[in-house]
């Protein structure tokens, strides 16, 4: 598998996606409290979905510590089809670039958009995840299938790779159990 990306696609489709006016800008809502999203319950309400809801707080923690509330925008890899969260404080690894923070994304892209978007997927195929999980290892992201024909990805953005997989692997798990 190639290592090299050409990543001014993303940009391209993040563009279109923005120009559609579809998705949510703003997260200050979600700045406080432990969990944003319970278990039993699909993240989709009224037909919008809000995917900072598709991860609680904790599990955000559990893969790169403290971070910020989660945000979507076209800072993010995927725009408004994405949720990122941010290490508020750099891993203390050896080799670890002055100003590094982890980082968590979270796309789900709607069924109209698919075969659009999986002209981006890359990686190899993972037994034993969600289904059509593919992983590519240059980037940590976890691409998968998800209910209502969605397509979803997780990108893992950490500086050591040891956990990289794993992590992907476990958000993806439960993002795919909350949507609907």
């Given at each position: 598998m190639s290592s090299s990306r050409p990543r001014s696609h993303a940009l391209v489709v993040c563009?279109?996606?923005?120009?559609?006016?579809?998705?949510?800008?703003?997260?200050?809502?979600?700045a406080s409290g432990d969990s944003v999203s319970t278990g039993g319950e699909s993240a989709a309400s009224d037909g919008e979905l809000d995917r900072c809801t598709l991860v609680k707080n904790d599990e955000i923690k559990g893969a790169i510590g403290p971070h910020d509330a989660g945000s979507t925008g076209l800072s993010n890899e995927w725009g408004t089809r994405s949720c990122?969260?941010?290490?508020?404080?750099?891993?203390?690894?050896?080799?670890?670039?002055?100003?590094?923070?982890?980082?968590?994304?979270?796309?789900?892209?709607?069924?109209?958009?698919?075969?659009?978007?999986?002209?981006?997927?890359?990686?190899?195929?993972?037994?034993?995840?969600?289904?059509?999980?593919?992983?590519?290892?240059?980037?940590?992201?976890?691409?998968?299938?998800?209910?209502?024909?969605?397509?979803c990805v997780v990108k893992a953005r950490t500086f050591s790779g040891d956990r990289r997989q794993q992590i992907a692997t476990q958000l993806a798990g439960l993002v795919h159990s909350r949507l609907r």
């Open positions: 563009a279109l996606l923005w120009l559609t006016g579809c998705g949510r800008g703003d997260s200050a809502d979600r990122r969260w941010t290490a508020t404080r750099a891993q203390p690894l050896e080799g670890n670039p002055e100003g590094w923070h982890d980082a968590i994304e979270v796309a789900v892209f709607e069924a109209t958009e698919v075969p659009m978007i999986r002209q981006q997927v890359r990686g190899d195929p993972v037994a034993g995840s969600v289904p059509g999980a593919t992983y590519d290892n240059s980037y940590g992201d976890l691409w998968f299938d998800c209910p209502g024909g969605r397509l």
